[in-house]
């Protein structure tokens, strides 16, 4: 009887094999987290607007509706009417302040320009004179600051 040892060698990475598999899964990783919260800033910017709309019209249907005189107040930091609250999120800052006045019949009675920034985009809400009705604008920056 021949009694040999037979070494069989045990496959596995090796640490280079093992760094490279972990670099390439940290960069997928961190490139899908970056493009997530890109999206994700976007969606909050659309909701945000839709949400400024919504409360727009809530104050003028407010005024219509209780037959006094009701004011939305927009700051650097939120929009309020009295009732109401809208915080304004990180990435949107308001240009500057502002106050309308709707009278009871829910008109305003300015021709005040609302201008928000966000990113490289600007949106401007011109507000036309005793009917409540706004007209809605998006402009891109060429340049960021």
Not at 70 to 79: A, V
């Amino acid at each position: 009887m021949n009694n040999k040892l037979i070494l069989t060698r045990i496959k596995a990475f090796t640490l280079l094999d093992s760094l490279l598999t972990l670099a390439i899964t940290t960069f997928m990783i961190l490139s899908l987290s970056v493009s997530v919260s890109g999206i994700f800033q976007r969606v909050e910017e659309k909701l945000f607007f839709l949400s400024f709309e919504n409360l727009y019209r809530d104050t003028q249907k407010l005024a219509n509706i209780k037959q006094e005189s009701m004011i939305l107040e927009i700051s650097e930091s939120q929009i309020s009417n009295g009732v109401a609250r809208l915080d304004l999120p990180d990435g949107i800052k308001v240009v500057n302040r502002h106050s309308i006045t709707f009278n009871q019949a829910g008109g305003n009675s300015s021709l005040t320009k609302i201008v928000f920034e966000s990113g490289n985009k600007c949106v401007t809400y011109q507000l036309y004179i005793g009917s409540g009705n706004y007209k809605k604008t998006e402009s891109e920056s060429l340049y960021s600051p």
